[in-house]
Structures are given as structure tokens and as C-alpha cells.
């Protein structure tokens, strides 16, 4: 392993302490990480994509009112050494300092429960992220765009640095999968409302943060992008039987 890199991660983590009102105002019941994705719930697909990875260690956050979550992974993921944390946070930056926190001393990739993307193409990100320098920011970005609100990201193509973050437009968008290194950046004077404004902070303040780019991904917050993951998914596993 070269001691320059970020080498293999074998931590991760999960945010799924959001509320998921959008999905509930469309008439969902249950809590956002049991939202079912082709018949499975999305903190299922979250912990078969850290399988296919080989990263077992996890960390997790959900809010206190997401009870049948915790009942599942008590039932489901016996097989994953999972660090639970039940608590209902002030802000999505707040879910990913606990969540960053518990994980402290190894590199870590950390991922909201609500991003779908193919398990290959994470297997491949966290390759990808293991080869960047031991003290990078590692963000996973996209060029498919089908989010109210992005964070748009301004990727330099020669050496994959993020040169801007959180502008009303760039080159890609982030897709929810965050890789830390060992040694953390040092915390901000004040803390953040949003996570977004946390990484546009590391950024402006010339961290070294760079970008992977992912072929699809979907971010999971109405009715519709369930459907369209679903087609992604199916239409993926299709052309992968022809083959």
C-alpha cells in the first residue's frame, strides 16, 4: 500500500435520519430508510452495496422515530458488525458529524440512505477513492440531474479536484457518497446548518477536495424517483443477463 494514499477503506457509514417528508406528505407510512425500492428498503440496498465492498464496519444514524428501521437491521443484518445511534438530529450536518465522529482514525466512506446507484458502481467508487491522497476529501459526483435543489459542483478534469462548491451551476452534482481520510479536517469555527455547507466550506478553504464521477444515480425524496431507479435497476440487471 502506498502511505501517500487514502489506501483501503474499510469503514463506512450511513445518514438515515432524515424524516422523508416529501415521501410521507405523497402518502408513504414508513420511515424513509424502509422506503421500498423495487420491493426492497433502501437501507437494504445502502448495506449490499458496504457488502459488495468488503466494508462490514458501519455506522449508522436514524431518528428516534424510525423504530421499524431499527427493528430491521436488529432482524436483517446480523452479519455486519453495525454501530446503531437513534437520535433525532437538528440538521443533516449534524447526522454527519456523529456519524463522521464514530467513525475518527481510519478512512471512512459515509453515504445518505437515500442515494440508489448500481453496487458495481460503488464497489468501484470506493476502489477509485482508496488510490487519492491520505488527506483528500473524497465526493461522489454525477452528471444526472433530477434534484430540486443540487449541490453543483465545479470539477477540475486534470487532476479531479472540486474547485467550487454550492454556486447556482458547474460541471457535475453531488450523489450523497462521502470519503473522509484517517486524519479529519479540522473542524469549522461554527457549525453548519446543512452538510452542503459544510463541504462548500472545506472546499473555500482550500482542502483538498476531489470528485469521482458515477454514471447515475438517484436521490430518493418523491414518488417519481422511486420509479425511475427502479427502471435504472431493472434495466441494468436486464442488459447484465444478455451479456
Not at 452534482?173 to 484517517?182: D, I, S
Amino acid at each position: 500500500m502506498n502511505s501517500a494514499t487514502l489506501g483501503p477503506i474499510a469503514r463506512g457509514g450511513i445518514i438515515a435520519a432524515g424524516e422523508g417528508s416529501r415521501l410521507r406528505a405523497e402518502g408513504w407510512r414508513v420511515s424513509k430508510p424502509m422506503v421500498p425500492v423495487l420491493g426492497r428498503p433502501l437501507i437494504e440496498h445502502a448495506l449490499s452495496r458496504f457488502r459488495a465492498a468488503g466494508i462490514r464496519k458501519l455506522s449508522i444514524i436514524i431518528n428516534e422515530t424510525s423504530d421499524d428501521c431499527g427493528r430491521w437491521l436488529r432482524d436483517q443484518a446480523g452479519d455486519l458488525d453495525i454501530d446503531l445511534v437513534v437520535r433525532t438530529t437538528p440538521s443533516s450536518y449534524a447526522s454527519f458529524r456523529i456519524v463522521a465522529d464514530r467513525l475518527a482514525g481510519a478512512p471512512a466512506i459515509i453515504t445518505t440512505v437515500d442515494s440508489i446507484l448500481p453496487e458495481d458502481d460503488f464497489v468501484g467508487f470506493v476502489a477509485a477513492a482508496a488510490d487519492f491522497s491520505r488527506d483528500a476529501v473524497v465526493l461522489g459526483l454525477t452528471d444526472h440531474v433530477d434534484d430540486d435543489n443540487p449541490l453543483w459542483a465545479n470539477l477540475d478534469s486534470r487532476d479531479g479536484r472540486i474547485r467550487r462548491l454550492g454556486a447556482d451551476h458547474g460541471s457535475h452534482v453531488t450523489a450523497g457518497l462521502y470519503v473522509l481520510p484517517a486524519r479529519r479536517p479540522a473542524d469549522p469555527p461554527a457549525g453548519f446548518a446543512r452538510l452542503r455547507d459544510y463541504l462548500s466550506w472545506l472546499v473555500s478553504e482550500g482542502y483538498p477536495v476531489y470528485g469521482r464521477v458515477l454514471p447515475r444515480t438517484f436521490d430518493i425524496d418523491r414518488g417519481h424517483d422511486i420509479a425511475a431507479a427502479e427502471r435504472m435497476i431493472s434495466g441494468k440487471k436486464r442488459t447484465s443477463n444478455t451479456l
